[in-house]
């Protein structure tokens, strides 16, 4: 391999080189130039000594292989981490045969986010957390102090992504626009022990086990088969949490099951105190699983509406366990099989129904139902205050409002469900056939709990978002955000909703990325780039190549900062680096 001291062209990159060292070996090939110029500001122009040809970066088995490099060629060794002179005839350091420095810092595998406001008015200093070489203990605290003046070579390097783009999940607060249907909250309780066990176990011992799943599952189950006798299977559940001041509409207790081959009525069960209220009974349906709901509105101990106490187990007659009771009638070849079975309160919270959906986290326990009456959309709604949200930014842009919601359907299906945006008085639903830009317009729910989105990429309103939109500053603000359901068949079913919030989302202008070089504490030099289109979370990479003379014990260091309040990532590993080399006092 031959070193082409005139015919800088040739001298291409090898292909067994590490990316990274040939990143290295452009940006310094870029800051000496093909025409043999130095780095720093105070010696820009000045000739090179020696005859030195292109800057190279390879190992040292290469390096030590080129023929006839010419005195005063220089290299980067990528196997030691520093920079090597050709002297007459080998490689040496350049610089004192005795006193000189090399430092390889970099950051670990962590990130490093830096966040300087609006204008990026403050810089940020730049975290090299590791290091693999320090000859002379002269870098610390990210900071470099030399013990002896002379010339450094300063190589800076810092990978990033940005442009990523800014948003803010409003809360909800309480629902101020009435509808036609109202909706109701609800909590449910899974079953969580054995009290009286009477049925085998497809799977291990505890009964509780084969049927406390939600979602439904029917790889698991409790069964009987022929018996003339009536059957009790009771459970504990999970304590409710209903909020005082509520009202309790019904009590419920709901089971999936079906019977194999004749006739079985299975009865819904209930505990208050210490004794056992049996509902009225239904026939199991054969062949095919389907739900029963068995509910009581009043105490069967009292008579009396049930209270908040008596759900959450707080002094006498307390709800304390439900079951299934299940009469065979004897007839030879029946199974009776049960997937699930839990506990459901109905009750009623003025103005708190966001309550039941406002969870940052969402809860399946805990959520808002409905059974849809009246066709159309704006019958069945549910709309609740939004709470404005800071862009910060009056140059913002690719700005959208997006509603998430959890909902799923009781059992049939036919009920679809969409998002609705208050914005200056008027409810703007995500139906087909609306103005708006919002995928999907509307979906079908499921029996399983499912979550789903509705983007307004414009403002419903007629206009492009504007930050004050977001801010509640403008006249077509948003004010308000919600959900909403459409029965699309006669036999809709139940639907449920457990988490409803509203993400605003925007991108600032590109931010420019800026990597400083303080010697001292003053900018000694610079390096600029722009991020990517906000978004597009591109990796960047920044190199900084200077020379600077340091007199000992003067400090060197590196920052960074931006010129817009979007967020920048450094990038840990390898791509995010700081290597100085002494050169002596004469320099290069």
């Excluded at 005195?71 to 196997?79: E, I, Y």
Aim: with cysteine.
């Amino acid at each position: 391999m031959t070193w082409y001291k005139d015919k800088p062209g040739e001298n291409n990159s090898f292909s067994d080189v590490p990316q990274i060292a040939q990143d290295n070996f452009d940006a310094t090939e870029d800051a000496f130039g093909q025409e043999h110029y130095t780095l720093g500001a105070s010696l820009c122009g000045t000739h090179i000594p020696g005859v030195m040809g292109v800057v190279k970066s390879a190992s040292t088995t290469i390096i030590n292989a080129l023929s006839s490099p010419g005195s005063g060629a220089m290299a980067w060794n990528t196997t030691l981490g520093w920079w090597q002179r050709y002297w007459a005839s080998a490689w040496a350091i350049p610089g004192s045969a005795t006193k000189w420095s090399r430092v390889r810092a970099y950051k670990s595998s962590g990130n490093q986010s830096f966040d300087n406001g609006e204008g990026g008015s403050q810089t940020a200093a730049v975290t090299f957390d590791a290091e693999t070489y320090d000859s002379l203990s002269e870098f610390a605290a990210n900071t470099f102090t030399p013990a002896d003046s002379g010339y450094y070579l300063v190589i800076a390097s810092l990978g990033f992504s940005g442009g990523t783009s800014s948003y803010a999940t409003s809360g909800l607060t309480y629902p101020d626009y009435p509808v036609t249907e109202v909706w109701s909250m609800c909590q449910s309780r899974t079953v969580t022990a054995d009290i009286s066990l009477n049925y085998s176990c497809s799977t291990g011992s505890n009964g509780y086990a084969c049927i406390d799943e939600e979602p439904l599952s029917e790889d698991d189950y409790i069964y009987k088969e022929s018996s003339s006798d009536d059957r009790n299977n009771t459970f504990q559940h999970s304590k409710f949490s209903i909020p005082a001041g509520s009202t309790i509409t019904n009590v419920q207790v709901v089971a999936y099951g079906w019977a194999h081959n004749a006739v079985s009525h299975v009865r819904g069960m209930i505990r208050v105190g210490s004794t056992w209220y049996e509902s009225t009974s239904t026939v199991l349906n054969e062949h095919t699983g389907i739900y029963y709901v068995f509910s009581w509105t009043a105490n069967p101990v009292t008579s009396s509406a049930w209270t908040v106490d008596q759900i959450n187990e707080v002094g006498a007659n307390c709800l304390s366990g439900i079951g299934l009771s299940t009469d065979h009638h004897g007839i030879f070849g029946t199974t009776v099989y049960y997937h699930q079975l839990y506990a459901r309160v109905n009750y009623t919270y003025a103005n708190n129904n966001y309550t039941a959906v406002d969870e940052a986290t969402y809860d399946d326990n805990d959520f808002l139902t409905l059974a849809p009456t009246t066709s159309g959309y704006a019958a069945a709604s549910e709309v609740m205050s939004a709470n404005s949200t800071t862009v910060g930014n009056s140059t913002a842009t690719n700005m959208s409002a997006t509603i998430s919601i959890r909902a799923k359907c009781f059992s049939a299906t036919g009920v679809n469900i969409g998002g609705v945006l208050r914005v200056a008085g008027t409810n703007y639903y995500s139906e087909a056939g609306s103005a708006q830009s919002v995928t999907p317009s509307s979906a079908a729910l499921t029996t399983t709990w499912t979550s789903y989105t509705f983007c307004w990429s414009a403002n419903p309103a007629g206009t492009a978002w504007a930050s004050g939109d977001f801010d509640g500053t403008s006249t077509s603000a948003v004010s308000a955000y919600g959900f909403y359901i459409y029965n699309t068949s006669s036999a809709a079913s139940t639907a449920n909703v457990s988490q409803c919030n509203i993400t605003f989302q925007w991108a600032d202008l590109n931010p420019t990325i800026n990597v400083l070089l303080l010697k001292g504490g003053t900018v000694a030099a610079s390096a600029t780039k722009e991020v990517q289109e906000p978004g597009s979370e591109t990796d960047e990479q920044i190199t900084l190549v200077e020379m600077v003379y340091l007199t000992a014990g003067q400090t060197l260091s590196v920052q960074a900062k931006k010129t817009v309040s979007d967020d920048a990532i450094l990038s840990g590993s390898d791509t995010t680096y700081l290597a100085i080399h002494r050169l002596g006092s004469q320099g290069l």
